[in-house]
């Protein structure tokens, strides 16, 4: 299948801080990235879709403030967590769809953010 | 009401067994329903991927989906310990961002 490289894998910052997370598609272009978060033994929680080169769409609840989400290119989307604080603490997964219309999509391997 | 329930588990299974993974789904605008298996602190692994009711198989993996029931399902023959993992079922819509929605997730260990 595709690949979505996502980094870094793991981070523990300090409370206030910020944080940003990479999320690549090696050898596709992806149109649509998917930015998701993960609490120990829980599903996948949607926070936002982003389009390459518009606004990202949050999904209620999700502070657009806080998590900035940039998708400056094809292969290219961050998630920026802005003043973390511990409640930030997560699993952060991405993910990529491999074509416009097509609902195949890839994950990244996701990172753990830690705020201390 | 959730839009797509799993039993959660835990599921503990011999080695060779064939396990069987179910999802409930109450939105019959869901046409797209994929498998992924997520080992523990990893991103999500897509195992199967369907698009109309009836079986797909990929070796030791079929799915089932019946629309008509709202109801799809994984099944793993000879199981293995390495199978030992989280399965989670997502589906979507046609139309839209085409965003997925997903089970909690079950997890599964097969014992050696």
């Known amino acids: 299948g595709a690949v979505v490289s996502q980094h870094p894998s793991w981070v523990i910052c300090k409370s206030g801080t910020s944080v940003k997370i990479e999320c690549r598609s090696l050898?596709?272009?992806?149109?649509?990235m998917f930015w998701y978060r993960q609490f120990p033994k829980q599903s996948l929680m949607l926070m936002a879709t982003?389009?390459?080169?518009?606004?990202?769409?949050?999904e209620q609840g999700v502070e657009k403030d806080k998590f900035l989400i940039n998708h400056a290119s094809l292969t290219l989307s961050t998630l920026t967590v802005t003043s973390a604080h511990p409640e930030d603490s997560s699993f952060y997964i991405c993910?990529?769809?491999?074509?416009?219309?097509?609902?195949?999509?890839?994950f990244g391997q996701g990172t753990r953010l830690t705020v201390v | 009401q959730k839009e797509v329930e799993q039993d959660p588990g835990p599921l503990s299974v011999p080695e060779g067994a064939i396990v069987s993974l179910n999802c409930t789904y109450s939105?019959?605008?869901?046409?797209?329903f994929m498998w992924y298996r997520q080992y523990s602190r990893k991103g999500p692994e897509l195992l199967m991927y369907?698009?109309?009711?009836g079986n797909k198989e990929d070796g030791r993996f079929t799915a089932q989906v019946d629309k008509s029931s709202k109801y799809i399902s994984l099944f793993i023959r000879d199981s293995q310990p390495s199978d030992s993992a989280t399965y989670l079922c997502?589906?979507?819509?046609?139309?839209?961002?085409?965003?997925?929605?997903f089970g909690t997730g079950t997890r599964l260990k097969v014992l050696a």
């Open positions: 369907t698009y109309s009711s």
């Open positions: 939105n019959s605008a869901f046409q797209y």
């Open positions: 997502a589906m979507s819509t046609t139309s839209g961002t085409y965003k997925y929605i």
């Open positions: 982003s389009n390459e080169g518009s606004k990202a769409t949050y």
């Open positions: 993910s990529a769809r491999v074509a416009a219309g097509n609902t195949e999509a890839f």
């Open positions: 050898d596709f272009q992806a149109t649509t």
